[in-house]
């Protein structure tokens, strides 16, 4: 028989077995459409209103009302759309509509949940939860409603009840233990501690003073238009409601901040710092009194600005670094006026600028904007700033929200320092790398750039009020919370690092620099994690960035030729792992195979390594290892060859902790289809010349090559191979 025939005799005259079940799901669950149409109507006006909520509302407020207004509207319109689709598409069409108004629903649900797009995973789960919804309201509405208290109806009641349990539980809760951190550190050796860093574990011993300005019961302050740089308009939805909720137009945005400063102190180095976009219910500006009221009982000031006029919006990263700066002049404007409590507190050339999220993007921009007499966007708005900024520092940034006419922010001779998280859930990726690639030195001064990847971290734990939770309500219930940092460790990890380099590049205090350099030299004194560190002094001379040219054989030094031995693959290309983002940077690419591989650079003219460091930035690809359990940490072997013949030789591992990928997890399917996103990035290792085991009369002054030696399978990233002093 073709099956043609087939479909039109079961069309026709249904079978006996698809007759039995039709008159069992008939039995069971007939009329149950008013419950589905409740239900998938309720999940969106639920979902929709805690979204509103979360947006716009104060947290207590929108969260009781705005849901409850939703679905009390959509509770008649759930009928009416019922016996309209039982009129005129008949009950089976009704069910299966409703049915697919659920699906539609909790697929949207879990997709902006787990951050990606309609992915296997993402379909598959929301379809059993909409399964066990169904079930959940069909039985109990059969039972309930028309007395059907058969074998089904009571155990699919039961079941689905169960389920539902299961589901709440699995959404509601902190989520799963995840081990690979505990992993990676137990490959450490014994934790090392820095006496020097010992007194900044607590607060300072100076006492803290605060002061508001901008607000009613603060000091006076101005108002800034910010017109030429943004518009509410770059947002109509969002854009609209900050126009409503906000009680001034961007013709006219107050300078609203808080300020912490040590009590009786006089010319204080100054941080000023802006926190990024966030809902505009919450006074953002205030979420960094851990960094505020710490660094200012060591003898700083510290100065948290309001940059809610920018929130909700789009393309306005210009306008918040416009803001900051009339915000640095206003303070100095205090520094300078008799009477008021900040006079004479600020020392106006010791200057350092920072921010979180778009914050952190804008402190690079605004630095840019501090050099420049004209915007870059329109000439005819003129800037005069010019202030004495020697700082930036980024604490989780986006990177390129804004290019000053099309170019990417590029900075040169001034101290940055980059703190992101692996669990970070708004800024996905280390975005910030991009930008740390372009800050750059012309070798006039003393500049130093540091940047620290933090697995545990996440985004919103560094400001106290945005807390574990980066995504929205009701999406963040499928966020893993258990295996994170705590916000205590986390902002530890913040006001060490910042106090540090405060220390070093505005003080001139060196005694705790190693933090910035060597993380490992003070690994007893910091919450327990994987941290991965990058730095670059303004003394580094480049022996191959692999940035010039696409040819292998050659480096950025002038007159350098590359050789190489036993290699699997050897390339140079663009650094994209940061899920596709690139850092706007080359490095070199090598697999090796398990036996002796080199990658040897020739150097011209006898090089004089005396007294020099050498340097390279490592990262380790080797997903498949961590896949299958294999944890080590990476390691080979530095060496150099002088005129002679004589080598000199170091283990890279022995300076610097080389850990694998990170395999991360940050949303609960991860753990239910057991996928993870690797992440990772580039360690420096620096080795000085006492760190080499040299043949006796090793000549350092003339060096006549470097070799990166390899003993085991490895895929990995190399890049900015040179020397420092």
């Known amino acids: 028989m073709k099956a043609g025939d087939l479909f039109r005799r079961c069309r026709e005259a249904p079978c006996r077995a698809c007759g039995a079940v039709s008159r069992w799901f008939v039995r069971s669950f007939s009329q149950t459409a008013p419950a589905l149409n409740v239900l998938a109507l309720g999940i969106a006006a639920l979902v929709g209103g805690l979204c509103l909520a979360d947006t716009y509302w104060p947290a207590l407020l929108g969260y009781c009302l705005i849901p409850a207004v939703l679905f009390l509207l959509a509770l008649p319109l759930s009928y009416l759309l019922g016996w309209i689709l039982q009129r005129f598409l008949g009950h089976r069409l009704t069910w299966l509509t409703a049915l697919g108004v659920l699906a539609a629903a909790d697929i949207e649900l879990f997709r902006r949940g787990a951050g990606e797009g309609y992915s296997f995973r993402v379909v598959a789960f929301a379809l059993g939860v909409t399964a066990v919804l169904w079930l959940l309201a069909a039985s109990w509405w059969s039972l309930l409603r028309y007395r059907r208290v058969t074998p089904t109806t009571v155990s699919s009641a039961l079941l689905s009840a169960a389920g539902t349990a299961l589901l709440l539980v699995f959404l509601f809760t902190d989520g799963f233990e995840d081990h690979y951190i505990e992993k990676y550190v137990t490959l450490m050796g014994e934790p090392q501690s820095l006496a020097a860093l010992e007194d900044s574990l607590s607060m300072g011993p100076q006492q803290v003073l605060t002061v508001d300005y901008g607000t009613e019961e603060g000091l006076p302050s101005d108002t800034v238009s910010l017109t030429a740089y943004m518009s509410r308009s770059s947002a109509e939805v969002t854009g609209t409601y900050a126009e409503y909720y906000l009680d001034y137009d961007l013709s006219a945005v107050p300078l609203v901040g808080r300020v912490w400063y040590p009590a009786g102190g006089q010319d204080c180095p100054v941080l000023f710092f802006a926190h990024g976009n966030h809902e505009i219910a919450v006074d953002s500006y205030l979420g960094y009194d851990y960094l505020g009221e710490y660094l200012a009982s060591w003898g700083y000031v510290v100065v948290s600005v309001d940059h809610n006029a920018c ?184 006001r060490l690092f910042i106090k540090a380099f405060l220390d070093v590049t505005l003080k001139g205090d060196q005694s705790c620099r190693s933090l910035l350099t060597d993380w490992d030299s003070c690994a007893a004194q910091l919450p327990q994690t994987v941290y991965v560190q990058c730095y670059e002094t303004s003394d580094f001379s480049v022996i191959a960035d692999f940035e010039e040219d696409s040819d292998l054989e050659t480096a950025a030094l002038d007159g350098a030729a590359v050789t190489t031995e036993g290699l699997l693959l050897w390339t140079e290309e663009l650094v994209d792992f940061a899920d596709d983002s690139s850092f706007d940077t080359h490095a070199l690419r090598l697999r090796t195979s398990s036996f002796d591989s080199r990658y040897t650079i020739a150097l011209p003219d006898a090089a004089d390594f005396a007294g020099q460091s050498v340097c390279l930035d490592v990262c380790d690809r080797r997903e498949y290892e961590v896949e299958r359990g294999n944890f080590a940490l990476l390691d080979f072997t530095v060496e150099l060859t002088d005129g002679e013949g004589r080598t000199a030789s170091a283990r890279a591992g022995d300076f610097a902790t080389l850990f694998q990928v990170l395999p991360v997890r940050t949303d609960k399917l991860d753990y239910v289809f057991q996928n993870c996103t690797y992440k990772t990035s580039f360690a420096t290792v620096t080795i000085p010349p006492e760190g080499f085991e040299a043949q006796e009369g090793f000549d350092w002054s003339a060096v006549t090559a470097l070799s990166l030696v390899f003993d085991r399978s490895l895929d990995l990233m190399i890049d900015n191979i040179g020397l420092t002093r």
């Open 311 to 494: 929130n909700l919006l789009y393309n306005e990263n210009d306008g918040r670094a416009v803001l900051l700066l009339e915000h640095i002049g206003l303070l100095l404007g205090y520094n300078s006026q008799p009477g008021n409590p900040l006079y004479g507190v600020l020392d106006e050339d010791n200057i350092a600028i920072g921010g979180h999220s778009r914050g952190g993007e804008m402190a690079a921009t605004a630095y840019l904007f501090n050099g420049y007499d004209r915007y870059p966007e329109n000439g005819g708005v003129r800037f005069d700033y010019h202030y004495h900024i020697r700082s930036i520092v980024a604490v989780a940034p986006t990177v390129n929200q804004y290019k000053p006419a099309d170019h990417s922010v590029e900075i040169e001779d001034v101290n940055y320092l980059l703190l992101h998280g692996t669990d970070d859930r708004d800024v996905k990726d280390f975005m910030g790398m991009a930008q740390y690639e372009n800050v750059t030195f012309t070798g006039a001064g003393d500049y130093l750039k540091s940047a620290l990847y933090i697995a545990g971290a996440n985004h919103g734990q560094f400001n106290s009020l945005w807390g574990a939770y980066d995504q929205p309500a009701p999406f963040n219930t499928l966020l893993n919370t258990e295996s994170m940092l705590s916000e205590a460790d986390q902002q530890t990890i913040a």
